[in-house]
């Protein structure tokens, strides 16, 4: 049976309260960036990444020049490049249009629950995907929103442990992925983030933190699919 918009709306359900609790954490820390409850809402509309909105208000919070912000931001956000290129393959017999909807609103954990679905031979498609991310996009924003809203109840959103919140959702989600899989395929990915944890550490001594990032999850990438050609 194909799968349905209304399928991949139901399949975002389970991720929606990372999404509401990471954007109501976002729209908070946005208005205590001194963003209005408008550029906040903005942030999440045409920015649309969790770690990007987090960067965004603190590098504006200390007067960061903008080309640096848009240079920070890149870097964080190049990771979007690795997820869509290993979830076009699924979806290459669909239009460009399609496709173009499917990666502009691809996020993490969008891109987890597909990942999981192919891997159990589920056959995704794009109508499926287009409901799976839409109601991400649609929840994100409401949840900034919203936190935006709150923003003026919170004068310091740390105090409350929000600028966490980022962090924990994705150990949550390291979490979910851990507990579905195989003890072989485990031991593929703690290997993978064990290269990764050594590389970065290595690299921050070189070059900034930013680009060592980047630099370490590339090569963890690398390594994951030579593994991935070789079990």
Same mark, same amino acid.
């Given at each position: 049976?194909?799968?349905?918009?209304?399928?991949?709306?139901?399949?975002?359900?389970?991720?929606?309260?990372?999404?509401?609790?990471?954007?109501?954490?976002?729209?908070?820390?946005?208005?205590?960036?001194?963003?209005?409850?408008?550029?906040? +809402?903005?942030?999440?509309?045409? &920015?649309?990444?969790?770690?990007?909105?987090?960067?965004?208000?603190?590098?504006?919070?200390?007067?960061?020049?903008?080309?640096?912000?848009?240079?920070?931001?890149?870097?964080?956000?190049?990771?979007?490049?690795?997820?869509?290129?290993? +979830?076009?393959?699924?979806?290459?017999?669909?239009?460009?249009?399609?496709?173009?909807?499917?990666?502009?609103?691809?996020?993490?954990?969008?891109?987890?629950?597909?990942?999981?679905?192919?891997?159990?031979?589920?056959?995704?498609?794009?109508?499926?995907?287009?409901?799976?991310?839409?109601?991400?996009?649609?929840?994100?924003?409401?949840?900034?929103?919203?936190?935006? &809203?709150?923003?003026?109840?919170?004068?310091?959103?740390?105090?409350?442990?929000?600028?966490?919140?980022?962090?924990?959702?994705?150990?949550?989600?390291?979490?979910?992925?851990?507990?579905?899989?195989?003890?072989? +395929?485990?031991?593929?990915?703690?290997?993978?983030?064990?290269?990764?944890?050594?590389?970065?550490?290595?690299?921050?001594?070189?070059?900034?933190? /930013?680009?060592?990032?980047?630099?370490?999850?590339?090569?963890?990438?690398?390594?994951?699919?030579?593994? /991935?050609?070789?079990?």
């Amino acid at each position: 049976m194909s799968l349905t918009f209304k399928n991949g709306v139901i399949d975002c359900v389970p991720t929606l309260l990372g999404y509401i609790g990471i954007g109501i954490a976002a729209g908070v820390i946005g208005r205590a960036s001194n963003l209005s409850i408008l550029e906040v +809402t903005l942030l999440a509309i045409i &920015v649309y990444a969790g770690a990007a909105q987090f960067i965004i208000a603190g590098l504006m919070l200390i007067a960061t020049p903008v080309s640096a912000i848009i240079f920070t931001v890149f870097l964080v956000n190049s990771r979007h490049f690795l997820m869509g290129m290993a +979830t076009a393959p699924y979806f290459k017999k669909f239009s460009m249009l399609n496709n173009l909807g499917i990666g502009s609103l691809l996020t993490d954990e969008t891109f987890a629950v597909t990942m999981t679905a192919v891997a159990k031979k589920v056959p995704v498609n794009a109508q499926w995907m287009h409901g799976l991310n839409l109601t991400a996009y649609l929840a994100w924003i409401l949840s900034c929103l919203l936190g935006a &809203v709150m923003g003026n109840w919170f004068p310091d959103p740390r105090q409350f442990g929000l600028d966490y919140a980022l962090v924990a959702m994705f150990i949550g989600l390291l979490y979910l992925q851990l507990i579905g899989d195989t003890s072989k +395929t485990k031991r593929h990915m703690l290997l993978v983030m064990l290269t990764v944890s050594v590389l970065l550490i290595f690299l921050m001594k070189f070059v900034s933190a /930013e680009l060592a990032l980047l630099i370490a999850t590339l090569l963890g990438c690398l390594l994951g699919v030579v593994i /991935e050609k070789w079990k």
